[in-house]
T-cell receptor
Framework: NAGVMQNPRHLVRRRGQEARLRCSPM?????VYWYRQLPEEGLKFMVY????????ESGMPKERFSAEFPKEGPSILRIQQVVRGDSAAYFC????????????FGPGTRLTVL | EDKVVQSPLSLVVHEGDTVTLNCSYE??????LLWYKQEKKAPTFLFML????IEKKSGRLSSILDKKELFSILNITATQTGDSAVYLC????????????FGKGTKLTVNP
């Protein structure tokens, strides 16, 4: 049973380009969470999605960031017109259902903006 | 605003030592507290604690929660170099979106 998969593992973008980060949850998991980790900081919640629904995006910047979890395929975190401050590790986690279920994390995507 | 504070921020010990990592929290409608170990990759799940006073153990690691004083500790006995990692504490609130609020972590270095 494969764990949470994220790709790419490393992504380099120049300022102004778009970054697309992908997350495939564990088999049987229908809840996906995205977190961002800045250097020397803890993980910060960004967005929580179920299939075809954004449940909570309170941690996501209002501009340039968007997320989706389509009926088929991975969840995607999209950052438009990246800036240097977007450089961070982006982790995806999944859980099988609501309430009291552990979130299992993927290996993360390390985004570097030049 | 929900908050998690971990201490110490970093710790250096020798193999064989016992360490205690601390996590205090403030959260509305507490549901659970989780510990993760993060090496240079995905945070890996260690424990989920929901009830006060019940110790959870896994090998040399153990953890306990005090819901009255709003803290948890993670103990590691007979430390090994492979225990070197950042240990993350997170809390989850009820009635929300199941998101986790993380502390900044404790960086543990175990020297041979």
């Amino acid at each position: 049973n494969a764990g949470v998969m994220q790709n790419p593992r490393h992504l380099v973008r120049r300022r102004g380009q778009e970054a697309r980060l992908r997350c495939s949850p564990m088999k049987g998991h229908s809840h996906v969470y995205w977190y961002r980790q800045l250097p020397e900081e803890g993980l910060k919640f960004m967005v929580y999605l179920q299939k075809e629904n954004i449940i909570d995006e309170s941690g996501m910047p209002k501009e340039r960031f968007s997320a989706e979890f389509p009926k088929e395929g991975p969840s995607i975190l999209r950052i438009q017109q990246v800036v240097r401050g977007d450089s961070a590790a982006y982790f995806c986690a999944s859980s099988p259902r609501l309430a009291s279920d552990t979130q299992y994390f993927g290996p993360g995507t390390r985004l570097t903006v030049l | 605003e929900d908050k998690v504070v971990q201490s110490p921020l970093s710790l250096v010990v020798h193999e064989g030592d016992t360490v205690t990592l601390n996590c205090s929290y403030e959260v509305t409608n507490f549901r659970s507290l989780l510990w993760y170990k993060q090496e240079k990759k995905a945070p890996t799940f260690l424990f989920m604690l929901t009830s006060s006073g019940i110790e959870k153990k896994s090998g040399r690691l153990s953890s306990i929660l005090d819901k009255k004083e709003l803290f948890s500790i993670l103990n590691i006995t007979a430390t090994q170099t492979g225990d070197s990692a950042v240990y993350l504490c997170a809390v989850e609130a009820q009635g929300g979106s199941e998101k986790l609020v993380f502390g900044k972590g404790t960086k543990l270095t175990v020297n041979p």
